[in-house]
């Protein structure tokens, strides 16, 4: 995949993860779309790392969409811990 790729699938990934994850965001839709994106690079690269399961290169792959999400997810979780709720 490419970088286009993996930017498309990161910002399907992080609103997935808002999905899954509702609530106010302190970054708001935009700091939710950056945490996608880097949650998708994330979770592709500790997939590969310590899993020992390197992600495929095809766009279509449930380990790849599983990897990404993951990632998101626990950037989203981390980013609300951290930060918090702003919007107060």
């Known amino acids: ?47 590969a790392k310590f899993l020992d399961k390197p992600i495929a290169n095809e766009f279509y792959d449930p380990a790849t969409w599983g990897s990404a999400i993951a990632g998101s997810l626990v950037l989203l979780i981390g980013y609300r811990i951290l930060f918090g709720n702003s919007r107060d």
Do not use: E, N, Y
């Open 1 to 47: 995949m490419g970088i286009v790729s993996w930017i498309v699938l990161g910002l399907l990934a992080g609103a997935i993860a808002k999905l899954l994850l509702p609530g106010r965001d302190p970054g708001g839709l935009i700091g939710t779309t950056l945490i996608g994106i880097v949650g998708a690079f994330t979770g592709g690269w500790l997939s």
